[in-house]
């Protein structure tokens, strides 16, 4: 009988040089040689660990933002949304260890400037006492 292996979720949030500040250029479009590369980097990843989702996202400018204060809703709309990090999209993976996924993010084909931030998802495990 098998043993089975112990695995976390996380979540490896893609943060481009190209959406600092918020501001791509007009009309910004992903290389689409640097999304093959991409491609073959998540196919790679996938054998090694398991990926539940991943995506890539459209930059802030066309997006908005829901901010809370007072106990009510703000809305700004891109592209007046300010901000110094800006996600460019994610990977939600299982993995036996964040060390694996550090590894794995340390192949990624990130133009210079990019950053991938790691974060372990909560599981049930961790809310108990």
Same mark, same amino acid.
């Given at each position: ?20 500040? +918020? /501001? !791509?250029?007009?009309?910004?479009? =992903?290389?689409? &040689?640097?999304? %093959?590369?991409? #491609? ?30 007072? +106990? /009510? !809703?703000?809305?700004?709309?891109? =592209?007046?949304? &300010?901000?110094? %990090?800006?996600? #460019? ?41």
């Amino acid at each position: 009988m098998r043993k089975k292996e112990i695995t976390m979720k996380f979540m490896m949030l893609m943060i481009p040089a190209v959406y600092q500040g +918020g /501001k !791509p250029a007009p009309g910004f479009k =992903p290389d689409p &040689e640097k999304m %093959e590369e991409m #491609g073959r980097f998540n196919e790679e990843m996938g054998k090694a660990l398991k990926i539940e989702s991943l995506n890539g996202l459209h930059p802030l400018t066309q997006g908005a933002r829901v901010s809370f204060a007072n +106990g /009510k !809703p703000s809305v700004t709309d891109g =592209p007046f949304i &300010e901000a110094k %990090e800006v996600l #460019g999209g994610y990977w939600l993976v299982e993995a036996p260890s964040k060390e694996d996924v550090v590894k794995w993010a340390q192949r990624c084909p990130a133009d210079d400037g990019d950053t991938i931030e790691i974060r372990q998802i909560f599981g049930p495990e961790d809310l108990t006492e």
